[in-house]
Antibody, heavy 115, light 110 residues
Framework: EVQLQESGPGLVKPSQSLSLTCSVT????????WGWIRKFPGNKMEWMGYISYSGSTSYNPSLKSRISITRDTSKNQFFLQLNSVTTEDTATYYCANGGYYFDYWGQGVMVTVSS | DIVLTQSPALAVSLEQRATISCKTS??????????MHWYQQKPGQQPKLLIYEGSNLASGIPARFSGSGSGTDFTLTIDPVEADDIATYYCQQSKDYPRTFGGGTKLELK
């Protein structure tokens, strides 16, 4: 069974970096696509980007140069870093499997940006 | 970006049919495939894939759920509605980058 689990701090200060880890079991991240999706208060969902089986990445242009998705294949984990956060980055962050549609999701981690 | 528009809420009675619509700002079909997908999300849970590529039922999803449509107009149908189906439903396109989602339709009981 494929399982994804996010981890990371629930509170980040404005202007700092948000860093999250997604640990995957039951499926190698050297296959398929692995990405991050966030849901804002009020229900809007935003695809942030993904890292592919080969390590290539694709990002939402709305995040410009603030985002980075990397991976550690030895631990079967991938990571999200979002720089220069503001209160508008407050959201529930999900990691998910897939490049076209997302068939496996983590439980989500709520991240609040506040001083 | 491709914009997906959903009605915010739909009220339905148990055992009746629910039809949830999603309209896109651009055609999301390509080479006979509709790059439209549907998810269910309940409070406190992660989204669950229901339908992929317009009309394909995801693994483990009951046949009460079905997807239809093409081009810019898509529908998720639940027939009959059961109490466990009360949730918010999202459409999502993958015809183009960035992948985008509709605003969600909250299914409520009449």
């Amino acid at each position: 069974e494929v399982q994804l689990q996010e981890s990371g701090p629930g509170l980040v200060k404005p202007s700092q970096s948000l860093s999250l880890t997604c640990s995957v079991t039951g499926y190698s991240i050297t296959s398929n696509y692995w990405g991050w999706i966030r849901k804002f208060p009020g229900n809007k969902m935003e695809w942030m980007g993904y890292i592919s089986y080969s390590g290539s990445t694709s990002y939402n242009p709305s995040l410009k140069s603030r985002i980075s998705i990397t991976r550690d294949t030895s631990k079967n984990q991938f990571f999200l870093q979002l720089n220069s956060v503001t209160t508008e980055d407050t959201a529930t962050y999900y990691c998910a499997n897939g490049g076209y549609y997302f068939d496996y999701w983590g439980q989500g981690v709520m991240v609040t940006v506040s001083s | 970006d491709i914009v997906l528009t959903q009605s915010p809420a739909l009220a339905v009675s148990l055992e009746q049919r629910a039809t949830i619509s999603c309209k896109t700002s651009q055609n999301v079909d390509n080479y006979g495939i509709s790059y439209m997908h549907w998810y269910q999300q309940k409070p406190g849970q992660q989204p669950k894939l229901l339908i992929y590529e317009g009309s394909n039922l995801a693994s483990g999803i009951p046949a009460r759920f079905s997807g239809s449509g093409s081009g810019t107009d898509f529908t998720l149908t639940i027939d009959p509605v059961e109490a466990d189906d009360i949730a918010t439903y999202y459409c999502q396109q993958s015809k183009d980058y960035p992948r985008t989602f509709g605003g969600g339709t909250k299914l409520e009981l009449k």
